[in-house]
Each structure stands twice: as C-alpha cells, then as structure tokens.
C-alpha cells in the first residue's frame, strides 16, 4: 500500500509511522479458525478488509497523537514559567519591607523571581515562596535581596534563629541595606533581644528617616528599655553600688539620649561614688538639655560647693530657687550666701576650722563675719590700737573692739597673734550675750544669775560669773569630767561651733 504524504508540524520534527501490512505478518493471521474449503476464500476477503481498514484508523490515530502531545506539552511548560500569582488583596505579612533588589541585578530574573516568590509568601503560600526563594538564591548566590527574602520567610514560619542568620548573611554584603536590617530587628525582638532589636531598628531609620511605623516601634522600645534600666540602676544606687548604677543609666541615656533628668541622677551617682568632675559634666548636659529643671541646678550648686567653688555655687543655688523655691528654701540659699561671702575673704580665714591653737586675730576675724549684724548694730566707740596695721584680720578686729566684744590690752595694744584660752573665749561669750540680751530681752533669762557647780573653778573665782554664764546658756559647755579648764588653748574649730551657737541665739 503507498504510504500517505502528510505536512511537517511546525515545530521542526517529523512523525515516523509504522504501515501494519509491513509487518512479518498480519494482523488477521494471527487467529485463523478451520474452515471448510468452501468458503475459506469469501471469509479471507473480508478478514482482509476488516484489517485493513483498521489499519488506516491506527495510522490516522498515530498522526493525530503526534502533532498534539509536544504542543501540549509545550504550551504547559510555557504556561507554567510565566506565571504571575496575584497581588493579594490583605498580606498575610504586611509589616515585612519588600527586599528590593540591587540595580546590577535588575536586568537578570532575580527581580521576577523575588516578586513572585514574595507574592506567595503574603499570600501564606509558603512552599511555593520557597521555591522562588531558592531559585533566586542560585540566580545570584550574593544577593542580599535573595538572602532578605529567605529571612522574612522564616520569620513567617517562626523560626526567628535562621530568619537572623538570612538577615546576618544579607547585611555581609551592604551593611545599610534596610530591608535586612528592619527583618533582623524583627527577628530579635522576637527573641527577646529587645537592645540589639533596637539598634537596628536605630540602623534602618538612619538610611531612610521616613520608614513607615517603624519610628512608632523604636520609641516603645526606647522606653521599654529606659525604665528597665532606671528601675536597675535606682537599686544599685540605693545599695551604694556605683558600677553597676553607672551602667545602667548609660544603657538608658543610650536608649534614650535626648533625656535630661538621666544626665542629672547619672550627675548624682557620680558625685556619690566621688568623681566630682565627671558629675559636674553630666549636670551640666542635663541643664543644656532642660534649663528649667530645678533638681539639676541643686545638684550642680551642691557639686559646685563640694569643690571649693562657692560663689558659682550661690549662682546655681539661686537659680534653682527661682524655679522652685521648694527644691531650694530660703534658708538654704542663705547658707549659700554665707558660704559665698566665706569664700571671698582671705585665705587665713577659712582655715580656720583647720588651726589646732586660736590666734586672737583669728577669733576677731571669727565673730566680725559671722556675727556682723550683732557687732554692726552697736554703736562704736572710740579706740586705739597700734599693732594691727597691715594684719589680714585688722577690719574686724576694729570692728569687734569697737563694740566692746573683745578688748586691747592696756598699752592699746591687741596681740594679734596670742593664743586663745577657754577663759578667755568665756570672757568673749559673755560679752556677746548681753549684747544679744539687749536685743531679745527675754531669752537673758536662760543665764542670768547662773550659779553652776564647776569642777575646778569655785564660785569667788573672777572668771567664775562669765563661765558660769556661757555654760548656762548652752553656748559652751563643761568638759566629761566637769571641769572648764581656762588656761586651755581653743582649737579652731571648738571656736567656729562656739561662736556658731552664738549666731543661733542672735537671730531674730
């Protein structure tokens, strides 16, 4: 039989058929029952015919598979490579950032493929993102979007650990590429690493400042972090442990670098452990932070004075009085005058607390400063004294003899220089407690006619009445034993807690 002429396809390949008559042997002679000899030769033709028409439906049926299975199977192949799932209408993940790919990239299929595998993945198709993922990690091994891309889908399947290794691995090759940065911080929040989580937070919003919630998140993270660290340095404050207190307010300023009171109770740390210059820096950044937080100007004019600095240390003083007169009373900014005007007098007056023997220069000088509105209320009488000319305490020792607290000898001379004895600073005493009795009348009675039993100096003593009236009023007192003890020498500063007491019973 000829063979029939059929068109190529198309694609290039041509069927090859097979003519079943080619075959060793035929179809229908494969059964052949016994028939009589009469009509074998009837039955064979229409055998004959039956299987070769039979044979033209398989040569019809061959040709038709031929030209249908490749296309089929090449329109699906085709079919499926070009696929684009659909943008979801709600993503599963919508605070994932999409891992953009570089612009070396863009001309290869790492884009296709990244875009479809992130369609999947906001559509919970995890598998099939997986597969995209995969696909794009072997189109570009180095590819931070690829490796991103992986991180957020094991963050999507929970597994924080490998999605910060994906992230860790993405940031290997741009260490400002945001969209790891942001996973990561993600990831470590969720491991409950709340500080690093943080920082690269912190990282991200440095490379684009307008991240979308992203500012929200940092500043709960911020706060969480400040009062961890606040409520751990505030006990290890309350325990004296300065170390630990100290780490714990820089862990919140760092947190948090824009607060002032952490400058001001990191100031009060360090004054407390001692380091007055690094308190008086952390003060200082607290008050150029917050200029009107009155705690911090206290602080400040309490390190201020622990230095020796007086007269800045009023100027601190005043402010944060004038900001909260209760954070600085009244009388504590008068102390602070006092220590001020202090400071401005010569340095042989302000050591003496320090001296072990009183000079009677030292003592004058001692009362015209600290009692001076005594001493300047009475009226002056005239004198002379020749040997103070030049000496340091000369205006107060005209001012003390003028009133008649203490007196010259009788060559009008004062003796600068003699030592102070107990009986002598007795005799000083009373002489301050009359004038104080002119002024307040009714507290004289404390001392007046005092008639005190004394160890070692009997009544008809001429210094008795005058120790008798100091130990009295309170303003000195007896030794353990019960003795004064006159001809001792006054340290200065048994002098400077006297003449204290004196100031007490002055005021008004």
């Keep these: 039989m000829a063979e029939s002429v059929h068109p190529a396809p198309r694609c290039g390949w041509r069927p090859v058929y097979v003519d079943p008559t080619d075959l060793p042997y035929q179809p229908h002679q494969l059964y052949q029952p016994h028939q009589p000899t009469g009509s074998r030769t009837a039955s064979s033709g229409v055998l004959r015919l039956f299987w070769r028409r039979w044979a033209w439906a398989c040569r019809a049926l061959t040709f038709v598979v031929s030209l249908t299975l490749p296309a089929i199977f090449m329109a699906g192949c085709a079919s499926r490579a070009s696929v684009m799932p659909s943008v979801p209408s709600a993503p599963r993940h919508p605070e994932f950032i999409y891992p953009v790919v570089s612009n070396d990239l863009q001309s290869t299929a790492l884009p296709l493929q990244i875009e479809r595998g992130w369609r999947y993945l906001q559509a919970d198709d995890l598998r099939s993102a997986e597969r995209e993922f995969a696909t794009a990690l072997k189109t570009a091994p180095r590819s931070q979007s690829a490796q991103a891309a992986l991180g957020y889908l094991e963050l999507a399947r929970d597994d924080s650990t490998n999605a910060v290794t994906y992230f860790d691995r993405a940031l290997e090759g741009d260490v400002a590429y945001v969209p790891a940065l942001v996973g990561r911080g993600q990831a470590l929040l969720e491991m409950g690493r709340d500080g690093e989580a943080l920082s690269s937070f912190e990282s991200a919003l440095k490379v684009e400042p307008d991240l979308s919630g992203l500012q929200g998140r940092v500043d709960v993270l911020r706060f969480r972090a400040v009062q961890e660290n606040l409520a751990r340095a505030k006990e290890a404050t309350d325990l004296s442990r300065w170390d630990t207190a100290r780490a714990a307010y820089e862990q919140a300023i760092a947190a948090s670098p824009d607060s002032a009171f952490l400058y001001r109770d990191l100031g009060v740390v360090e004054r407390r452990a001692g380091r007055l210059d690094v308190a008086l820096t952390q003060v200082r950044k607290a008050i150029e932070l917050d200029a009107n937080d009155a705690r911090a100007h206290h602080v400040l004019a309490e390190v201020l004075d622990e230095q020796g600095d007086a007269a800045a240390a009023l ?19 008068a102390r602070a005058r006092e220590r001020a005007a202090v400071a401005r007098l010569p340095a042989e007056y302000r050591a003496i607390p320090t001296v072990p023997a009183l000079s009677r220069g030292e003592l004058a000088a001692l009362v015209g400063v600290r009692l001076e509105s005594l001493v300047s209320a009475v009226r002056p009488q005239q004198i002379v004294i020749t040997d103070v000319r030049g000496h340091w305490a ?58 005190l039993s004394i160890a070692d100096l009997p009544p008809q003593h001429l210094s008795y009445p005058a120790v008798s009236q100091a130990v009295a009023s309170g303003v000195m007192r007896l030794l353990p034993d019960g003795t004064f003890q006159l001809l001792r020498p006054v340290t200065g500063a048994e002098a400077v807690e006297i003449v204290g007491r004196l100031e ?3 005021e008004p």
């Design 504 to 506: 007490a019973l002055a």
């Design 394 to 451: 000369q205006p107060w020792i005209t001012a003390v003899v003028r009133a008649g607290v203490m007196e010259t000898l009788p060559n009008y001379r004062f003796e600068p220089g003699a030592r102070v004895r107990r009986g002598d600073l007795a005799h000083l005493v009373t002489q301050a407690l009359a004038l104080i009795a002119a002024r307040k009348p009714g507290i004289a009675e404390r001392w007046k006619g005092a008639q």
């Design 315 to 333: 100027v601190a003083y005043k402010k944060a009085h004038a900001i909260d007169s209760l954070e600085v009373t009244a009388e504590t900014l």
